[in-house]
């Protein structure tokens, strides 16, 4: 108990003298200037239609970044003073002058002999061109070292970060001020009371404290047109059904800009095409309306004052012209001469459509895969909305490279009625590579269980000459898994006692493969088909089994946020060669087959909310067994055991559902990031199986888990498989699971981050016949049995993959008797309680 005490003794003298040491060391060079410690923004958070973090990002000056409450950077910067900082660099400077002089000298030294053997040369001699080379690379080399610039910066410069000072008052003090009104008043907040005060903590440092009383915001009373041009008046007052304005809203530029854009387009998907939101302004009347406004949109037919007025006039689309294999490079290079030696056919889609083709080479894509997903066409109205379609069609075939969309007069105008405008439409592809292969591998590491695993994909771009995508991928993996301490059987082992190995073949068409027709849905979110072939074997020291299955479904796009996934076929057949005899709950491994159907809803803002916080939101849901159950019901089967068999076994019957949430939230310290992720998944046998087939059963822990266990170790429930002697390797899983992770992750220095971590979940079944003691879920205690572990990390980011190791230590411990889950927090975490987790890429 002593020795207990002692310890935290030792820790808090360490923390205390570790604390003074960084505030003595950033304050010692502090005379008259008050440092910034924090910035505290105020205000009436209920009737506010704004964020605190949007008031942060305009305020200035900010406080110097912290890492666990401590400015490190602050502090290696007063490390040195800036006299012998400056003293480093000049020196610095001296040498590297110095060093950059006698290289150079060397390089006009090596050029010297080289000249005369050219002087002695014949120009067209073998010698003379082996010396001009020799020369030039000199050169070459002569100009690096005399761009190259001699100012490295002092590592306190480099990695350490000034003080920041807080003075009221001051430019920054008026300028803050400022910038919050506009911000106000943007939001529609037009008498808003700022206040900036300064609050003393301790010798030299200060709080400022920012008052924002934002006022009452002014409301959209009426809204009125003022159109010049008639033409397109009818256009605009017809569709307002879809504005933005409303009356009863409050008044925001933001929103107003929004309406402008979309008045723009609305007019371009109409034919439109110089039409552009210049042409329209917004006057807003508050003057003595009581917190509401007026707002008046003006479309005019001139941009300001200086231009004349343009007259709106709609263009249709004459000639659509295709380059299916455009090459840029020479397009540049050789001017008119390129598209002169071009050959040019007309084709005609199956709508219809016009098109001309203009190549050199014959296209390697049928015309029809292209002109399928190009919504621009002859004889049609220019429309943004379809132009923006094709691109995103063209876009998602891997074959095409880039995608230009272009629109000039029509060489045919004067042929015309000059009421209406024409223009020629060239869509110049470049395509990319027809063959591609790739080479993966790595190495893993959870829990003491080291492996290695690889994969070669082959990719065809253009399987069928329609774009098709043929995608095969030959995987393999190796791994030492580790005995169970307390199985007391020896069970002879090599290097390495798992291997698995699995071969995916998949084909991904361009369109969606329906009997009916679908167009409008089609040129909105883009449907892909896919059709997907696995085989995948695996064979451990507890179990050796294979599946083998396919599935034929469609993905599509509803936003640039929202994609689906419908399966309505999917097909596995499960075969298990060997398994232990202990394991509980046998008839989950046996031979299955899996028929039904799945869907999945995907919701990801990141590109959306760029650098903010946002959300990753997935659900699944799969049903088995419903068809087959209904077919062998019509076709009159015997049952066996109350089952229908089918293959030889009893096929599954089950639904089952997850949903994973994850939210990734943006600190102030720049590049820091707090996760927090929940999961929950089930899955219910019913019908033709009372179990579920294990390889659509949950298990937990591990590397993207619960660290802080070894994968597939922690429960069902209270079950321990860690202290079953009876169990060579761990192997649990369950109907349903529960988990919850918050992550914290930092920038350190050069490519390593940090990270800290609260891993929390278990899983459980829901069958009554599995005898495994504790497993079971209970409604009103299964809480007690949620597991926690935490821990720290550190990874490597090499920007396209990044390398983590996270250490996990139990926290609670549901395996344990009920009185002793909690870990005594006077235990001291050790490598030999730890869990080392290696993986590629974040967790979640």
Known sequence: MQFIKLKFIIRFFFLFGLSTLFSCNITKNIENEQRLVKNIISFDKKNADFQKYEIEKIIKPKPNTKFFGIPIKLYINNLWTKEKKELWENKKKEKCSEKKKTKISRINKKIKPYENEINSSDVDSKNYKKYQNKITAAQIKKEKKENKTCNKKHFGNRKGEKPVFFKLYDNDYFRN??????????RGYYSPIVKISEKQRGKNKVVAIYEINQGKAHLINDIKFQIDDKSIEQKILSDQANTLLKAGNRLDVQTIEDERKRIADMLKDNGYFTFSKEYIYFSVDTVNKNFKADITINVSNQKNDTTEGAEFKRHFIDNVYIYPNYKPNDAILNKEEYYKYQDTIIYYSKNDKKYFLIYKEVPKINPNALTKGIYVASDEFYNLKRIKASYKYLASLPIIQTAMINFHNSKHQANFNDSVKYLDCEIKLTQDKLQAYELTSEITHTSGNWGMAGSLIYTHNNFFRNTEVLNLKLNGELKRLTKNSDYEI????????????????????PRMLVPVPLKNFIRRSNPKTNINTTFNYSDRPDIKWSVAGGAIGYTWSQTQTILHSFMPITADFLKVYRKFDDYKLDETYENRFVFGSSYRFSFNNQLYRKKLNYFYITSYIKVAGNSLNLFMNWLNKPKTDNSYILFGNAFAQFIKTDFDIRYYRKLNRAKDNLVFRIFAGGAIPYGNLSVIPFSERYFSGGSNGIRAWEER?????????????NIPYFNERADLKLEGNIEYRMKLFWRFEGALFIDAGNIWAINKNDVRIGASFESNDFYKEIAIGSGLGIRLDFDFFLVRLDLGFKIKDPSLPENER?????????????KFNLGIGYPF
Request: charged fraction near 10%.
């Open 822 to 834: 909690w870990i005594p927090f006077n235990i001291i975490p050790t490598l030999n309680n730890a």
């Open 490 to 509: 020896p069970i002879p082992t090599g290097l390495f006692n798992s291997f698995k190995y699995g071969v995916d073949l998949n084909i991904q068409f």
């Open 713 to 725: 170790s922690l429960g069902p429930g209270s079950y321990s498989a860690e202290n079953n002697e």
């Open 177 to 186: 001020i400022r910038n919050i009104r506009v911000f106000l008043n943007n």
